[in-house]
Each structure stands twice: as structure tokens, then as C-alpha cells.
């Protein structure tokens, strides 16, 4: 058998060197600032060498024709030799002349000189010459001469021209570049300091500060030390503080709600087995009741074992809604009308002298699971015959109406009662577990859960109107199946 071919092994991959880079943000902000103000340094150090230049050539120029003045005071207008050298060195040039009219003359002229000056006219530089000019007197070589041309301003000349070695120049232009790197770099630490202590104070420290609050939130949410202090400014600062506060508050609500459900869902799950038993019990007792053969009881027993079954659920979903899980719907056509009905039965509207209006058609039909259809109902009758019962003062009879309507594909079922209206800060909260009930000793948990259900539904359930006279909720469910008579005319003619 032929040896199988090695694999071939993906090659290594280099190790990229990172850019060291500081971590605090505070180090960040002073390497950046310092960084920020050499760069515009760095940027004026052209025109201030161009200047510097500028202004050694024309005070050559101004000296030259200082010293071009000494031949006009003699009688033959000459001088000796070494009064034009004293004059040259002076002037620190080494050839001086002057046009006039037209006529060029040289007025003092030293020894010949090795390499042909370059010249620079100071009565007219373009600005990109100007700037490069002392970069091409540093960088031009030793032993160069300069041709300088400027116009006068003693004599009365078209021009005056010096010639000057540029060593002088370039050492001046070394020397003023070293002052300007060290102004510059002051300047730049020192501005770089301010901007740092300034931003530190206003910015750092004030994030730094929001920045441990969430750490010690998220260790311990319930460490009082881990509120930030508001400062009360108006800034971005001041609403990242507000807003944290508000978020701290919003999320300690939710994990209270949340070990209370938890608790329920503990203390629920304890006496969920003793609750079956007793309704099991219960259950028993209606199977013997019903070997009486009595009308009244035959009449009664059906009610109370559906009483008992959806207890047993009821006991059930409140232990699964402990644990945020909720059975999925099995939605049906479900006469709307008789679930109103019993709903209301089980909200005890009629026992408590709160009359239900059911505007709701006999054969108006929903698509829902009628099991949670009935516990929705229940919740919303029973809510609005409590805020009726607690409502002080009252004196017109209570009323709770249920309507149906259509929508496209939606069936829209409207519970309105004239009770007292909800508060505001029940209304911003009123969906949330054990934080939505306004009336002493609610738990909150009826309105989340007949919320809770409608979604699961594909639904939802809102409130659309509140206020002193009475309080409308709106269930909408998805689909909208014709009357019941719709389909059971044929079979009513097959059985006449």
C-alpha cells in the first residue's frame, strides 16, 4: 500500500508588534493633546525660519548700503584697500554694488570669489520659495556665497546688491531653529498639561466616577455606594449621570421583581402538591355529588368541575409563570359571548352589584385557546369590579361593558369600565409584575399575565383610555372567523 502524502501545515503567522499605546484615558488625553500641539508647532517652525532669513539678508542689505556711503564722502570718491576691507567686514559682505538709472557700479569689492553666489531678491519672493528658502541655506553645502537684491532706502537707487558667505547664515538659522524646538516643545507640555488638567477635571474624573459606579453596580446591585452622585450639570456628562441613575433604579425594580417571582414561584411550587391534593379531594366530592341524581345539583356540577379544573391550571400557570414559561396557545374558534359570561361568573360582577353589559353577538366568534381566553377575561373583569369596589365616594352603580370589533384580520376585544381611572404612576408600570396594581395589597400580576397570554396569541393587550370616567383596555387577537350560524345553517337543515 503507497504511504499516504503528508498534510501540508498552514505556515505561521507572524507576530504583529502592537503600537505601544497608553491605556488610561487620562494618559490617552495627555500623549494626544502634547502629540496635537507639536504637530501645529511643527507647522509654524517654516515661516518663522523664512523670516529669520529674510530678515539677516535685509539687514545685510541695510548695512551695505551703510558702507557704500563711505566713497561718496571722499574728494575722488575712492578709498584705500584696507578701509574697504574694515568696511566689508563690517557690513559682513564681500561686495557691494549699486544701480542706478540704469548703471550698475560696484562700490566696494573684496577677493574673487571661489563659487558663483545664488541669488535672492527680497523685492519680490514667491511664498513656496520664501518657505524653502532656509531649508536650501541648511542643507545647500559649505562655503557658499549669497547674492542678496533689495531696494534701498538711504540712497535714491533702483536697487542695492550684496554679496554675503552664508555660513554666517546658516549657523544663526541652527541656532534659532534650536530656540524654536525648545519653545515648542515648552509650549506643547505646557499646553498639554492645561488641556489634560482641564479636560481631567470637566471629562476624566467625572467618567471615571460613573465608571466605578457601574462597576460596584454590577458586583452588588444592591450596594448603596454604588449610586453615582449627580452633579447636576446640563451636559452630556450630566445626562450620562441622570440616565445611569435611572437605569440603576429601573433595573433594582426588576430584580426585585424578579426574586419575587422567584419566591412565588418556590413558595407556589411548595404548595402546589398539597393544592392538588385538596382539589383532587374536591373533585371526589363532586363525583358523589353527582350519584344523587339531584336536578339542582345536576344543574350545578358542571360549573363547579370547571371551577375545579381551572384551578388546578390556575395553581399550575401561576408555578409556570414563576419560571417565565408559559404553555403555548391552542388557539379555536371560541363563542366569545359565553366566554364573557363565564368570565364574568368567575369576576363575581353579578354577586357584587356591578352590572356586566355584554354588547358582544350571541354567534361573535374569536380565535383563541379557550383556556386562556377565559383567564384574559377574568383578569380584566375582575380588575375593573375591584377599582370599582375601592373607589371612595361613589355613588352611581358600577358598570363594565365588553364590545367586539373587527379590523382587517383582527378581532379587537374592548373591556371598559366607569370606575375612577388609573393613576400615572400605575400607568407607566402597569404591565409589569408586582409593580402595575394600584390598589392596596394588588400583586400587579394580573395584567401581566393576561398580557403575557395575548402575545403569546400573537396578540397584545393595551390600555387605550383612562381617566375619571372609567378606563378602556383593548385585547386584540389575530383572525376573525365568521358567526357561528355561518356553518351550522346546513347542519340544522339536515337535521330538520
Known sequence: MADSAPTPQAPDRPTRRRF??????????????????????????????????????????????????????????????????????????????????????????????????????????????????????????????????????????????????????????????????????????????LVYLTLNFFLVRPMQRITKAMERFRADPEDPEAHVPLSGRRDEVGRAEAELDRMQADLRVALNARARLAALGEAVAKINHDLKNMLTSAQIASERLAALKDPKVSQALPRLERALDRAVKLASGVLTYGKSEEAAPEPRPVALAAAVAAAADEARLAELQVRLSNEVGKTDQVVADPDQLHRILANLLRNARQAIEHQEGRRTPGRVSVSLARDGDLSLIRVADNGPGLPERVQERLFQPFAGSGRPGGTGLGLAIARELAQAHGGDLTLVATGPAGSTFELRLPGAPPPAHARRRPAARAKT
Not at 551703510?66 to 575722488?76: G, K, R, V, Y
Open 20 to 193: 505601544f499605546w497608553p491605556g488610561g484615558l487620562s494618559a490617552r488625553l495627555l500623549t494626544l493633546t502634547i502629540l496635537f500641539v507639536a504637530f501645529a508647532a511643527a507647522f509654524a517652525l517654516p515661516p518663522a525660519l523664512a523670516s529669520f532669513e529674510d530678515q539677516w539678508l535685509l539687514d545685510r542689505i541695510r548695512a551695505g548700503e551703510i558702507a557704500s556711503l563711505a566713497p561718496e564722502a571722499t574728494p575722488d570718491r575712492k578709498v584705500s584697500q584696507p578701509i574697504t576691507a574694515q568696511l566689508l567686514e563690517g557690513a559682513g559682505v564681500v561686495r557691494i554694488a549699486i544701480q542706478a538709472d540704469g548703471v550698475r557700479r560696484l562700490v566696494l569689492g573684496g577677493t574673487t570669489l571661489a563659487h558663483t553666489p545664488y541669488l535672492v531678491d527680497l523685492r519680490g519672493q514667491a511664498p513656496v520659495s520664501w518657505l524653502f528658502a532656509p531649508f536650501q541655506t541648511l542643507f545647500g553645502g559649505d562655503g557658499r556665497f549669497v547674492r542678496v537684491i533689495a531696494s534701498p532706502t538711504f540712497l535714491k537707487a533702483d536697487f542695492v546688491e550684496v554679496v554675503a558667505p552664508d555660513a554666517e547664515l546658516k549657523r544663526g538659522l541652527i541656532s534659532y531653529l534650536w530656540k524654536l524646538v525648545f519653545v515648542a516643545a515648552f509650549v506643547s507640555t505646557a499646553a498639554g498639561a
